[in-house]
């Protein structure tokens, strides 16, 4: 029966679900970052970041992804810090296109990442290989780090150790094939090698589920980071740092053994201080996860900066209450864990008909459950697990039968319609623009009003269309006059129009995505699948549907290509990375509006630059291609293709394909190589479509820079 279930429904990417959500009541909300050069990096980060907090980064390592590193930890540490955890490159949805695998180049992407969030000082804690990263941002960076914990991170390793049998395994593949496990009796193996008590009788098809969700991807980058660390490697070129450390230590690892832990506190001297956690093997977060979060309490938290009498916050009540510590026979546990179970289903029940009359379901209820079940699952594992194989087995029934029913229900947690904000906002006129000059004419006046007005009325209104028409009216008439400076109007006007409408429709793109965080991505292609339609409530700030705003720029795009001006729209588009990387998970009606426009625009800026003479302009218009491909092209491997009928059609389709080869074409080698490279991830990675095909292109760039080689 499981063997089956499993096929059609993933156990650990439900976990991952529910680890999403508990970030989010955190306070933390997922971001993509662009960093330039084909690197773009996720992060969780602070909703709400505020400046009288400390800096946190957490740093996973290699296995499950940082959610489920610092699942359990994550509640310890918001109250007392801004806390980011972020996803190093090739783990979770960073990636970069640069052939780069060393720590310090992670290191020095991840101080990048954490300047662009406004990130000056912080303290950093390092899991495994985390922790190998976390010693490249100290040497690196030592005025950045103020405080820096590396947890069984064999930062002072060297090649030579493999070779005179320090670790239980004797070459780099043998440790790439079990710390990157793809089959089933592997895994078992690196389990074995990283609990002292690892959990046994696992099933086959629950590893493979596993493998699949965790182990898949990215494998032969994540290779070249296991050699990069070892190649070379000497204890005298291992740079000194100078902040305060922490080094936590497994006593029983056998991946990293102990002997590393006392080399690496001697090496660094006074500044450091080692812990060793008895009974405890590499993976000391997970296996003794509580002593873990207390010493890094004890090391982090400045004891004489936190008041005991303090007044908590309400969420911190609520999770106090509700965490299970005075629970003391496997009797009770039980009870209360199948008693939460069933108030889930009455609550579901309860409020599934006041979803249905659009009653607004209070939020702390969510949170509170959310707590609830949260707390109970650790304290239970941690209490009997490890004693009782009969609760194991319970426990384990219990909470996977919850997470696949919760698949099926309208969830009282994760509502991300909930209609309890229902304050309003001023709105935000985009009639002018600052970076445009104004324009004081009255026909320039009037036209901008037009375009306003049309921005506040819903489609639906009959009124839309008499004011689109006016508009369209005064655009043609000004741009037939042939008179410069009524075109100049229609210039100023439009462009200023667009730039206004792509700024609000990144806005609502982000409320959407921060509304959306708790929810787990294959939960809301399955409801998709199965047709399950909840009517959207979301706008933007401005009160504008994501939608509209998408059609609109693509209205206002036609007529700025109609009046000579689409120069600026691809200008603009190009620049809009962060909103191309938010409309990698928007709503397939926004990413069929954003396909067609990022279409029209790839046709209009394809002969950029071809007419200028002077080399420096020739530049910034092969930049401006660049850019937009680099921003845009993920979209095209990934998005969906209409809901109802196609949003682009196969002669459509097939011209994109020749006009970005021929985009593509015109750039440098190294360029070239950055496109082709995004595109080859995106490309695979998304097994629903297969477009667009530039494997012509990329063949042919191969050829070239075999040439390249030869001619050197």
Not at 74 to 89: E, G, M
Not at 317 to 329: A, G, L
Not at 487 to 513: I, P, T, W, Y
Request: charged share 25%; hydrophobic share 40%.
């Amino acid at each position: 029966m499981f063997p089956k279930l499993a096929k059609c429904f993933s156990f650990t990417a439900s976990r991952d679900w529910l680890y999403r959500h508990s970030f989010a009541v955190a306070g933390l909300r997922s971001a993509m970052t662009d960093l330039g050069d084909g690197t773009t990096m996720h992060c969780w980060v602070p909703k709400l970041q505020k400046p009288s907090k400390p800096s946190l980064v957490l740093v996973h390592g290699f296995g499950a992804n940082a959610m489920w590193q610092y699942g359990e930890h994550i509640r310890h540490f918001t109250a007392h810090f801004n806390v980011y955890v972020p996803d190093l490159l090739f783990f979770g949805e960073s990636f970069t296109s640069r052939p780069e695998r060393t720590e310090s180049f992670q290191a020095r992407c991840l101080v990048k990442l954490m300047e662009t969030h406004g990130v000056q000082r912080l303290s950093l804690v390092g899991i495994s290989y985390g922790g190998f990263v976390g010693y490249s941002v100290a040497a690196q960076f030592p005025e950045v780090v103020e405080k820096l914990v590396l947890c069984c991170a064999g930062v002072c390793l060297e090649e030579i150790d493999m070779k005179n049998g320090l670790f239980r395994v004797s070459s780099l593949d043998e440790a790439a094939n079990i710390l990157l496990p793809q089959t089933p009796d592997k895994l078992r193996e690196l389990m074995k090698l990283s609990f002292v008590r690892p959990a046994r009788g696992v099933p086959s098809w629950f590893l493979e589920d596993f493998i699949h969700v965790m182990c898949t991807d990215h494998i032969e980058q994540k290779k070249e980071l296991l050699e990069a660390i070892l190649k070379d490697r000497q204890l005298s070129n291992l740079p000194k740092i100078k902040a305060p450390t922490l080094i936590l230590w497994g006593e029983e690892d056998q991946i990293f053994p102990l002997e590393l832990g006392y080399r690496l506190e001697k090496y660094i001297g006074e500044t450091a201080q080692i812990t060793v956690i008895k009974s405890a093997g590499h993976a000391v977060n997970l296996e003794k996860s509580r002593e873990f979060a207390k010493h890094l309490k004890a090391f982090l938290i400045d004891d004489t900066k936190s008041c005991p009498n303090s007044p908590r916050s309400f969420k911190e009540h609520i999770q106090k209450t509700f965490s299970f510590d005075f629970i003391r026979s496997g009797r009770d546990a039980l009870a209360w864990c199948g008693g939460l179970l069933l108030l889930q289903a009455i609550l579901e029940t309860k409020l599934f008909v006041m979803m249905e009359r659009t009653i607004p379901v209070p939020p702390i209820v969510r949170n509170i459950m959310a707590s609830v079940l949260n707390n109970a699952d650790s304290s239970f594992f941690f209490l009997f697990a490890q004693n009782h194989k009969l609760l194991q087995t319970l426990r384990f029934i219990l909470l996977t039968s919850y997470y696949f029913f919760l698949r099926f229900l309208p969830s009282i947690f994760f509502n991300k319609y909930d209609a309890v904000s229902t304050l309003k906002t001023p709105q935000h006129k985009h009639a002018h623009d600052t970076r445009f000059p104004r324009n004081d004419t009255a026909i320039g006046r009037a036209l901008s009003q037009l375009l306003s007005t049309l921005n506040d009325i819903p489609v639906s209104s009959r009124k839309y269309e008499v004011v689109r028409s006016l508009a369209e009216r005064i655009i043609q008439e000004n741009h037939e006059s042939g008179v410069h400076a009524l075109s100049e109007v229609n210039r100023a006007v439009l462009s200023a129009a667009f730039a206004g409408a792509l700024r609000q429709l990144e806005a609502a793109a982000a409320d959407r995505e921060e509304e959306g965080e708790g929810e787990w991505w294959y939960g809301a292609r399955l409801r998709r699948a199965v047709r399950w339609r909840v009517r959207r409530g979301e706008r933007n700030q401005c009160g504008v549907p994501a939608e509209k705003l998408a059609a609109e720029l693509v209205w206002l795009a036609q007529k700025m290509a109609v009046c000579g001006c689409a120069e600026e729209a691809v200008r603009r588009w190009a620049a809009a990375s962060h909103l191309g990387c938010l409309s990698l998970t928007a709503d397939p009606r926004l990413q069929t509006s954003l396909l067609k426009l990022a279409a029209f625009l790839f046709k209009e800026g394809k002969d950029m630059g071809l007419d200028e003479i002077e080399e420096s302009k020739v530049k910034l218009q092969m930049q401006v291609k660049l850019k937009m491909l680099q921003s845009w092209l993920p979209l095209l491997c990934r998005a969906s293709n209409g809901t109802d009928a196609p949003a682009l059609s196969i002669s459509e389709r097939a011209e994109l394909e020749t006009v970005m080869e021929d985009m593509i074409e015109g750039l440098e080698q190294e360029e070239q190589e950055q496109v082709l490279s995004l595109w080859l991830h995106h490309f695979t990675h998304c097994p629903s479509s297969d477009w667009p095909n530039l494997h012509a292109c990329f063949a042919r760039w191969c050829t070239a820079s075999r040439k390249h080689l030869l001619l050197q």
